[in-house]
């Protein structure tokens, strides 16, 4: 792939960065002078520069894209342009769930640079799921999230001709699709050579997988529904490495995989990870069943997740359908209320039998694929890791295979409960 | 909506166009000098101006779009950018099944004209079923068409970063997805203002479809898919008026209405053109049985169509499937082609069911809706014409609704027979 870089493009450094943006008045507001200014480089995702600045008035991030996969260097190419999907994925959001995401202060598109608020004293919610620390308030604020971010990017929601040309421009984000494409829905399931798994102990499940049709048809055709289905804006990367918590807070960043694709992808990449926290407990705990209340907590939130995006999908799909679909012309103004609420019925049971399907390839290209989750792989002895894996791994060919037998999150909730104890994987 | 204008752009007239275009070695290359031309102006669709131009040479075509749609007036403006879409699908369309379409000889963009062959002797496909002409070549050459078209446009053929350009390039033709979208999804369910059917004789029938909670979530639902599922480059509106035939020859024209939408869409708005034909027949035969034989071959020719549509489909999936879906590296190079063979099937027969679901919308439009078919219309007596409508309509929910239970094409037939003969409408 040739990377276009536009003339001027320069990476910054922790020194360069006060001179270089020291006379934008969106960072001299909020952090004071530049001479005043502390920059520390803390990127430890696989792909950008992160810088946080802090001065006399507070802090800020200051994201910007490299012309290659940082975790992999110059020979994997990747165009700097997703910065520019992730700006318009995060002004979104803004709008669409307030204060859910961080607050974007400036943009420059050639250097492929977002400044944004520094969360503090935020935290990967993975560090919290490999601790056993629980949020109360993050199902809730995360299902919030997922309905208003997907209904409001949608045709249920939006002016189609907007919609139209959302999708026009997201459609051009196709290097970091193609990466969702091959590491989720192909790579896991032959020897693609960026592969990795726990070795010896998954060998032989590693193998059955890679001989399963059902399961590498089912994959294929959730790949097919990730690159044709445009139901609505994704954020594209939603699981739990891009969500920030306090105790009270949740905040949801980095949509720079921002597409346009079927509700059920965001819904199921977030509950997978949640599901493998769930089966790396045993990994993290200092006694058998040490854990059982965290893992509890973990499969409430699923629980709540769900019925909180349920609920507010239903509540906007009353008040807010006003896009091109469903249209109340043809239920509520012909006195039939009870069509749209059918019509909502079989909708969400598609979501939610896409987002089971997401969910488990996302829980094996997890543990058989290029990038893992620190929930498991922070437990470092193999022999206490794989067991976790191997659950996880047996659950995910369920929901990918098995997702339209699931009458609700009680089944799921039994069949995750019954892998864990019974050791069925 | 407002319309652009670019500069310059200027209706032709039969008197203008040998001077205006007379310049062209395009054209006279093909005619002669424009001194020797003769221009008429035959345009009988609903939207443009068309002129056949003969000259000394041989003949050709000159279509040209108008701000508005030509069949309403100023009152319903329409941009003039669907000429690009129109000549974008038709070079494609050139490539992916050369001879299937006229040959473009000229196109301006901002005279929103394109030049191409004069079909003759052809004549429009609905001509033959109103008047009961057989055509032996037609089923082939629709049935690949479909598959080429349709196959070679998709992620299972094109590099990915070309489709997804297609897709946002034809994602600006809005205001002709929006026609498609009220007029074929929403308006036959409600009294929309352009509606009109044969009254008093399909009042009772047309309440009863206004009622039909069923029938109007699955239309929506249709209409979902249709919007969003953008799986293949559509013509968008191939029904049995954009198809030109000779004893020998069929030709597909007019796709100003392209768009990425799902492969069932063509298929099924298509077919549904063939059983309303097939459902008109009673009011164009002399006697009672006079169309048997006509009967039976337009049901042959659309099980010939679906039958020649597989068998294209399945060839080029197993020589030509090089885009990201389904991969040979999953399947076949694995030694499992029959994990290929399956994924095959079960795409097929979604397309399959798809199909039927379009096309039973498209039944009820073609009865309800704004525009209606030759076919029916050309039956003058309402008491003769309404019979065959109500047969059609009653079609058309059955497969609208229960687009699911039909196996394969005998279903289908079946269905009809046993509509047109024991009249269950």
Redesign the interface.
């Known amino acids: 792939m040739a990377v276009t870089i536009p003339d001027g493009y320069e990476p910054l450094t922790p020194e360069a960065l006060p001179n270089r943006l020291g006379a934008l008045p969106a960072l001299t507001g909020r952090l004071g002078e530049p001479g005043g200014w502390r920059v520390r480089e803390v990127g430890d995702g696989n792909l950008n520069l992160v810088f946080i600045v802090e001065g006399a008035g507070g802090g800020l991030v200051v994201k910007q894209a490299l012309p290659h996969v940082r975790l992999v260097g110059d020979s994997w190419p990747l165009p700097l342009e997703r910065a520019w999907f992730e700006y318009n994925a995060l002004i979104r959001h803004a709008r669409r769930d307030p204060g859910r995401v961080p607050e974007v202060l400036y943009f420059h598109r050639d250097q492929a640079l977002i400044v944004m608020d520094f969360l503090t004293p935020h935290v990967i919610l993975r560090k919290s799921l490999a601790g056993g620390v629980e949020h109360p308030k993050l199902a809730g604020h995360l299902g919030l999230f997922l309905a208003r971010s997907l209904f409001r990017g949608s045709?249920l929601s939006m002016p189609?001709?907007e919609r139209?040309?959302d999708?026009?421009?997201f459609?051009?984000n196709?290097a970091l699709?193609?990466i969702t494409?091959?590491l989720i829905f192909?790579d896991p399931?032959?020897d693609a050579p960026m592969n990795r798994h726990t070795s010896p102990q998954l060998d032989a499940h590693v193998a059955k997988l890679?001989?399963d049709?059902?399961l590498?048809?089912a994959?294929?055709?959730l790949?097919?529904a990730f690159?044709?289905?445009?139901?609505t804006l994704l954020h594209g990367d939603l699981h739990t490495g891009s969500v920030m918590v306090t105790e009270d807070d949740t905040r949801v960043i980095d949509p720079e995989f921002a597409v346009y694709g079927p509700f059920g992808f965001d819904v199921g990449m977030l509950l997978a990870n949640f599901w493998m926290a769930y089966f790396a407990q045993s990994g993290h705990e200092d006694r058998p069943g040490g854990r059982d209340g965290y893992r509890a907590w973990i499969l409430d939130t699923v629980d709540a997740i769900w019925a909180v995006f349920r609920g507010e999908f239903t509540r906007l799909w009353r008040s807010e359908r006003t896009g091109?679909?469903?249209?109340a012309?043809?239920?509520e103004?012909?006195g039939?209320a009870?069509?749209s609420e059918?019509?909502l019925a079989?909708?969400l049971h598609a979501i939610w039998e896409d987002a089971l399907g997401f969910a488990g390839v996302e829980m094996h290209r997890r543990i058989l694929g290029l990038a893992h989750t620190l929930e498991l792989e922070s437990i470092e002895d193999p022999d206490r890791r794989a067991p976790c894996e191997r659950r996880a791994l047996a659950m995910g060919r369920q929901l990918a295979v098995g997702r339209r037998h699931f009458a609700g999150p009680a089944d799921v909730r039994a069949l995750a409960e019954r892998i864990q104890e019974e050791d069925l994987s």
């Open positions: 045709d189609t001709a139209k040309a999708l026009a421009l459609a051009a196709v699709c193609d494409e091959n192909s399931y032959f890679h001989a049709r059902d590498k048809v994959a294929q055709h790949k097919a690159a044709s289905n445009a139901q091109i679909l469903y249209q012309s043809l239920y103004d012909q039939d009870l069509a059918q019509a079989e909708l």
